[in-house]
């Protein structure tokens, strides 16, 4: 089993991935130019 510190810090990241692949999916089909900037962004972000 995950101890509390792990599953705290875990959740917020799976939460965030989902936020992260619906915009990326939202952008992606609705504005193709926008993507490419925005991967910009979410690039540096993540780093």
């Known amino acids: 089993?995950?101890?509390?510190?792990?599953?705290n810090t875990i959740i917020p990241k799976i939460i965030l991935n989902i936020i992260y692949y619906k915009e990326l999916f939202f952008i992606y089909k609705y504005n193709s130019i926008y993507i490419n900037t925005n991967n910009e962004q979410y690039r540096n972000y993540s780093e």
């Open 1 to 7: 089993m995950y101890s509390q510190k792990n599953f």
